[in-house]
């Protein structure tokens, strides 16, 4: 998963849907890749939520399959 600011700072939430959360701030015109392993196979839905610096909010859901 790769998070970007554009013009203004962010707030990044991601929710792996297996209990895991990730946090963070990135300043403007940074970048951050975050990588995640999940223990077992299985249907999960990721969550993203950025908050930019004006208070803006854009969620966004990633449905995915695990296999082994």
Known sequence: LSIEAEASPVKYSVNWGDGQTETGNLDAKQQ????HIWQL???????VEI?????????????IKILK
């Not at 196979?41 to 969550?47: A, I, L, P, R, S």
């Open 32 to 35: 951050k890749k975050i990588d």
């Open 41 to 47: 196979e299985g249907d999960y839905q990721v969550n």
């Open 51 to 63: 908050v930019e610096g004006g208070g803006q909010k854009k969620t966004f859901v990633f449905p």
